[in-house]
């Protein structure tokens, strides 16, 4: 479960981070981009209590 | 920031109040690391990086500015609080209540407190313009003093109570949210400086430096009512955000329970994540907003943060603001109740959130918090070169250390001397026009040192020549 947990933690980082970049590199628009951070900050914190500080 | 300034993310103060911090409870490196990362990505920066680009600041400035800044900074924590922390291991309350008294460490309380309760009052404020974007209420312009509106009143009244309730009986699970909250925050903040850069019309990393200078940090004429920065202003405020952390000494609470002093290095965390890559996005974020809506300078973090990011934006913007108020406020009470110990400490905590809530409704707190912050900073200040003094140099200086533990006095006035006329100067060359409040600090630091060393000789004169 903690790991599956973690696992779900690490993509919503790169949920939150990548989609910006290819933003900045004209690969994704502003809308689908503001979507992913929205759905990766949910992820995060459902996930991360699961295994941070326990 | 600022933090922000004062905020922290866990509560050790509550251990080992009045003894030395045992060899068990102390903590490793990464502990600090985290705990500096957290504190100072707070929703405060999000108004500091605008407020620069308000004040005319050029690329070069800013970028060398922070950059020395905050390396100054992290060497204050390494070499003047960490060492001396790692040594007594005592809290800054405890160490400065054998030095000045208890009499005079209650007017510190005071002082301390009261400057927590419009810092609170502040990250009230950011949260406000983040809660308000959803009701579509009239938010405040840069120069407002006064409250614009019911609406305001009502978002930040609403606000200020959440934040408050939560501090005085939720305060452990907000500390817990903010431990999880901190890395996807600091990522939040990269991204809004990458999406802003790419608004502002930026595609590829290689044209970053030469349109920063022509559209971001142009160095222009400052906004109405602002202050021209130069480089010197940029150094010293990104040095001095902190100062009644580091040279103020109030980190001694902080690294008592560092294994080794160099741990303090962990600062440099808080200072290039908090107070470089976040201000600077901020700042990125502000001069997209004067591109698309020339005109419209408002520094509303909420809206700045929904343009670049939607609502995981505003989302952080309300985590970041609500992480750093929370312990804010309860420490702000904490201080408080050292005056009135027999208080219930959930009491004070909901009148200090009282306080600060409406102090939050007053934008000129936000809105001057560049200005607010250096005074913070300057307040608190003197109290850290008394401590410096006393535990390296008093016995080199022919005077007791550690004063009033010794003599039973509850004034020390060799330390309220030099704190209060050190201030007094400070603020009187700064009202007087003299030196800009970002400049007093250091050698107002000096001038602390120096009557704290005269004035123990004079008071101690007896002990002295025995």
Redesign the interface.
């Known amino acids: 479960m903690k790991h599956a947990a973690r696992a779900v933690s690490i993509a919503a980082l790169a949920g939150t981070i990548v989609p910006p970049v290819l933003f900045f590199y004209g690969q994704v628009g502003l809308e689908p981009m503001k979507a992913w951070m929205l759905a990766s900050a949910v992820a995060w914190f459902a996930a991360t209590p699961v295994w941070m500080n326990r | 920031m600022t933090d922000q300034i004062a905020a922290r993310h866990e509560d050790p103060v509550d251990e080992y109040e009045r003894e030395p911090v045992p060899e068990r409870a102390r903590l490793g490196f990464s502990s600090f690391i985290g705990q500096y990362a957290g504190e100072h990505t707070a929703g405060t920066e999000l108004m500091i990086g605008p407020l620069f680009i308000a004040s005319g600041v050029s690329a070069t400035a800013v970028v060398g500015g922070l950059f020395v800044g905050n390396l100054l900074a992290v060497l204050s924590w390494m070499f003047l609080t960490a060492p001396i922390a790692v040594r007594a291991r005592m809290t800054l309350y405890f160490q400065l209540e054998k030095i000045c008294g208890r009499t005079l460490v209650t007017a510190y309380n005071l002082a301390n407190g009261v400057m927590f309760c419009f810092l609170a009052g502040a990250m009230v404020t950011v949260n406000a313009t983040a809660a308000g974007l959803w009701f579509g209420i009239d938010m405040p312009g840069l120069n407002d003093v006064y409250p614009n509106g019911a609406g305001w009143i009502i978002t930040v009244l609403a606000m200020g109570a959440l934040m408050t309730v939560v501090a005085a009986y939720g305060y452990k699970v907000v500390a817990?949210i903010a431990?999880?909250?901190a890395?996807?925050m600091v990522?939040?903040f990269?991204?809004y400086g990458?999406?802003a850069?790419?608004?502002l019309g930026?595609?590829?990393v290689g044209e970053f430096w030469p349109k920063a200078q022509e559209l971001i940090w142009t160095g222009g004429e400052p906004l109405a009512g602002r202050a021209k920065f130069t480089f010197w202003h940029v150094m010293f405020f990104a040095w001095f955000c902190n100062m009644a952390m580091h040279i103020g000494m109030a980190d001694l609470s902080v690294f008592r329970y560092a294994r080794r002093s160099w741990y303090a290095v962990a600062t440099a965390a808080g200072m290039y994540l908090g107070h470089f890559i976040a201000w600077l996005s901020a700042s990125i974020l502000y001069a997209h907003q004067l591109q698309a809506t020339p005109g419209n300078t408002a520094v509303l973090p909420g809206p700045l943060a929904y343009n670049a990011?939607?609502?995981?934006?505003v989302?952080?913007v309300i985590v970041a603001g609500w992480t750093t108020a929370n312990p804010t406020i309860y420490r702000a009470g904490l201080a408080f109740q050292a005056i009135s110990p027999t208080s219930s400490r959930y009491r004070v905590t909901l009148l200090t959130g009282a306080v600060a809530t409406v102090a939050g409704m007053f934008p000129a707190i936000a809105m001057k918090l560049l200005d607010f912050v250096a005074l913070y900073g300057l307040v608190l200040m003197p109290m850290g070169a008394v401590i410096f003094v006393d535990f390296w140099f008093a016995e080199r200086f022919g005077f007791r250390r550690f004063y009033a533990e010794h003599s039973g006095v509850t004034i020390n006035w060799a330390a309220a001397v030099a704190w209060l006329a050190t201030l007094a100067v400070c603020l009187a060359v700064v009202n007087a026009g003299g030196l800009q409040i970002y400049f007093v600090g250091l050698p107002g630091w000096f001038a602390a040192a120096l009557l704290y060393i005269v004035i123990s000789r004079l008071v101690q004169r007896k002990e002295v020549r025995s």
Request: one cysteine or more; hydrophobic letters at 60%; charged letters at 10%.
């Open positions: 817990r431990n999880i909250a890395p996807w990522l939040v990269v991204a990458i999406v850069a790419r608004q930026i595609e590829s990011a939607g609502i995981a934006g989302l952080c």
